[in-house]
């Protein structure tokens, strides 16, 4: 149980274009995602938080109107990376919250998503 | 502000040593929770365990333990008899605000056969 799977693993595109990653909670429902950056070699840091049904919430240093998520569902959550540029190049993972589990306050981690911009 | 630091930025070993992960954590909360994750080569994150700030047990998973110290704000994660599977970067990571993840640098595990 409490899968996530992202999609897609790997994405290469050009400067300019938009990307969208999605993140799915596959047995459990998540009312709170979390996108994380990690560029190489490096560690993850948070980017933002993914609550259904309202807006998220950004870390500082994260511009939001670049980085536009949304989680329409308890089980979906996406982000979008608008007009990509190769500095925006990174490994995109996501997480869920099963609050079934809340007690143990645990974030299940999706596969990642490695993100090449030209 | 919550804060974790992993000072070994690389550990190598030859197989069947031991070795020893350090973590030290900084936080104003008096409830949290920390953990850690091994980070193969192909990027995913593997949970190994989740220790709750009110918990001191030391904790031993096969050839995996665990010494959480509060009073030294410490979890430092040991590997018996190591092998050529367990190289991978692994970090160590701390909850605030409830329920956001901060993680330390990561140490890199090299592990020579």
């Known amino acids: 149980g409490a899968v996530v799977s992202q999609h897609p693993s790997r994405v290469i595109c050009k400067s300019g274009t938009s990307v969208k990653i999605e993140c799915r909670s596959l047995?459990?429902?998540?009312?709170?995602m979390f996108w994380y950056r990690q560029f190489p070699k490096q560690s993850l840091m948070l980017m933002a938080t993914s609550n259904e049904g309202s807006k998220a919430t950004y870390e500082q240093g994260v511009e939001k109107d670049k980085f536009l998520i949304n989680h329409a569902s308890l089980t979906l959550s996406t982000l979008t990376v608008t007009s990509a540029h190769p500095e925006d190049s990174s490994f995109y993972i996501c997480?869920?919250?099963?609050?079934?589990?809340?007690?143990?306050?645990?974030?299940?981690f999706g596969p990642g998503t490695r993100l090449t911009v030209l | 502000a919550q804060k974790v630091t992993q000072a070994q930025t690389e550990i190598s070993v030859v197989e069947k040593e031991d070795v020893t992960l350090d973590c030290v954590y900084e936080?104003?909360?008096?409830?949290?929770?920390l953990f850690w994750y091994k980070q193969p080569p192909s990027g995913e994150l593997v949970f190994l365990i989740r220790?709750?700030?009110?918990?001191?047990q030391n904790e031993i998973s096969g050839r995996y333990s665990w010494n959480f110290q509060k009073s030294t704000s410490s979890f430092n994660f040991t590997i018996t008899a190591s092998q050529v599977v367990d190289s991978a970067v692994y970090f160590c990571?701390?909850?605030?605000?409830?329920?956001?993840?901060?993680f330390g640098a990561g140490t890199i595990l090299r592990v020579k056969s």
């Open positions: 220790r709750n700030s009110f918990d001191e």
């Open positions: 990571a701390l909850t605030y605000g409830g329920n956001k993840l901060v």
């Open positions: 997480s869920a919250r099963d609050f079934s589990f809340d007690s143990y306050n645990e974030q299940f």
């Open positions: 047995d459990f429902q998540a009312t709170t």
């Open positions: 936080t104003r909360d008096t409830t949290y929770y």
